[in-house]
């Protein structure tokens, strides 16, 4: 079933429509083609300019703290008692997460392209942070869209992107959750196309945005790789990242597609149960469709209409996913799995108390998942966990749960 | 011909406009629609555009988001739609209805169901919002096969390459947006409008349809002067959910709206 990947295949996608296979595409109202079209070209002149390059490094390295450590946790592992469990730490990036090296990206695309107004939708809010962030630093303006339920759930992150001076959006509309969050900022993009830079932070949205979020977010894997190298003098046996729109884990999955021997699993937000309807993952429950400008997994009813997710994590909570992940689904790459909502607070409490590193909710699938799938491995094998953010923010939801009031 | 080249063509030959509503399918409930169809008709309107609801409507502003919702509440689905057209189609067989929503629902349903479905019901045109010609491949070949008009939408952001180009997918009509937004926003700049549309007038011979920002007979009368014909959408939709309690106020409401419209855009005709 599984596809052996070439890099002469993957240079050739997405294709010059921006199609993964199947998957992705451009499909937006007219108003947005142009703009498209013209990030498309800037974006894939600015990919070979070594002077875009360098100065995209040059922030990565002096603002953002990078490179990010690979770090043995080995008490992990040993209460585990499995494979070796490593960790690529994404949360000691400035502002906590893996969004900005993406934001940082996109950041410097507006300024050469010389837009001086950003929006950007956010879940967890850690997209709006990093978002807000950049903006702060080159003195753009910043709109921030949030449905109305994740500005309760994620309200120290809202706070922060506050005293960045973003404008956040509070948006009532449909789920009032993320999927919610980009129809308005698309909204509003349409209505200020003109001045207007739309940073996206995941892999989806319409053609050229999940490859260019891919190659920003990419630093993760190629750090991983010569890391693990380096470390280990050999290539992890399995890579593991949550997914909500994919970027994290397809930072990390990407520069290891052609490396056969490495098993890539890709944890969505199991919910309540997959039975029970009440989750957000497209990849292991739902069906291609198309929403947000590219053709996709999604979760949907029998009519086509978007379904509701549900997750404790606000950055999973989104009903589809990035194409490319798709597209390796479907080909047989990557496994696509699930955890629940249990699972991940569990996973969050375990982390936090064996190794002393506090995960995002929406890092702790990950965790969860990786911790079982290393009780199956040998002890010689070696499983990366993309640690894709920390969980100060999701702190109130703990105590929240745990009846505790802060 | 198609019965939308057919109405277009007969108006043109008298100087007239097309005057075009649209209503979302299903709002307030789907067993009205069919109903206000009529209604509209009497007004003197000459192609109905009817919204599929849609649970994302990514291009539409508060008023055809709030028509979605209460039309999915009443599960009206595009084979609702679809039954809706049939329906109206028993008493109306002159005037044009073109489907106008997101590619989310016909592919669900399936594009090749879809299109014998739409053709069988008596849908004559199809404008999905959220499908550029470069991705309607696969799914134009199957509208034309069947005399269904693909419509296409054009922007003031299109270049002159993609209005040929796209004009060049379209049949029927083309639909010009009359300004960077969403639906419902009153944003409309006629002297702008009237100069992207003789433009497009010099681009391609396909009737030109205007839409987004025309709410009254004033607004009708100055973009008609320039165009083929206006579309009129959130206004329409803000007066049936203002008035959803009361179907035959509602009716009134919409003829009121509608008949000074087509009023000034006879007064036009040369
Ligand atoms: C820490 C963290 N990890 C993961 C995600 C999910 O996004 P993605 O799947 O694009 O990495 C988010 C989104 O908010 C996040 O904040």
Partial sequence: ?406 | MSRIEGVLQTLKGQGRKALIPFITAGDPHPDETVGLMHTMVDAGVNIIELGVPFSDPMADGPVIQLACERALKHSTSLRRVLAIVREFRQTNDTTPVVLMGYLNPIEAMGYEAFADAAAEAGVDGVLTVDLPPEEAGDVAPLFAERGLDSIFLLAPTTTDERIRAIADHSSGYVYYVSFNGVTGAAKINVEEVAAKVAHVHELTALPVAVGFGIRDAETAAAVGRVSDGVIVGSVLVDTIARNQADIEELKRALTDLLNPMREALDSLAS
């Fill in chain 1, 1 to 406: 079933m599984s596809v052996k990947l070439t890099e002469e295949m993957l240079t050739a996608l997405p294709d010059a429509r921006g199609h993964f296979g199947a998957f992705g595409g451009r499909f937006v109202s007219e108003t947005l083609m142009d703009s498209l079209m013209t990030l498309e070209r800037e974006y894939l002149r600015l990919k070979k300019d070594p002077e875009f390059q360098a100065t995209f490094d040059k922030d990565l390295a002096d603002y953002v703290g990078r490179p990010s450590p690979l770090y043995f946790a080995e008490r992990l592992t040993r209460e585990t008692g499995g494979a070796q469990i490593w960790l690529k730490r994404e949360d000691l990036n400035h502002t906590g997460a893996h969004k900005v090296n993406n934001t940082i990206g996109q950041a410097l695309l507006a300024s050469f392209l010389g837009k001086k107004r950003i929006i950007a939708e956010t879940g967890a809010g850690q997209h709006g942070v990093a978002t807000a962030t950049v903006c702060a630093r080159l003195g753009l303006e910043c709109h921030v869209f949030m449905g109305a339920e994740d500005v309760q759930r994620q309200s120290l992150n809202v706070y922060r992107m506050k005293l960045l001076g973003a404008q956040v959006h509070s948006v009532q509309s449909g789920s009032r959750t993320l999927k919610d969050a980009m129809n308005d900022a698309m909204r509003d993009w349409v209505t200020n196309v003109d001045d207007t830079f739309y940073i996206i932070g995941t892999v989806a949205g319409p053609h050229p945005y999940p490859l260019l979020v891919r190659d920003f977010q990419s630093v993760i894997g190629r750090e991983t790789r010569s890391q693990s190298l380096e470390k280990t003098g050999k290539l992890p046996d399995a890579l593991v990242a949550c997914v909500g729109g994919g970027s994290n884990a397809i930072g990390m999955f990407y520069p290891f597609l052609t490396d056969e021997s490495v098993q890539l699993y890709g944890v969505e937000a199991g919910g309540l149960g997959i039975e029970t309807g009440q989750h957000a993952a497209p990849l292991c429950a739902g069906r291609p469709g198309v929403l947000h400008g590219n053709r996709t997994y999604l979760m949907e009813d029998d009519d086509g209409q978007i379904a509701a997710t549900h997750s404790v994590s606000a950055g999973l909570d989104y009903p589809g996913v990035g194409p490319e992940h798709s597209w390796l689904k479907d080909i047989g790459r990557a496994n696509y799995v699930s955890v629940t909502d249990d699972e991940a607070l569990d996973a969050f409490r375990m982390l936090t108390l064996v190794e002393g590193i506090m995960p995002a909710l929406e890092t702790a699938h990950a965790v969860a998942y990786a911790v079982k799938l290393a009780a199956t491995m040998d002890k010689d094998q070696m499983v990366v966990i993309n640690i894709s953010g920390r969980g100060d923010k999701d702190i109130h939801t703990i105590a929240q749960l745990d009846g505790i009031e802060l």
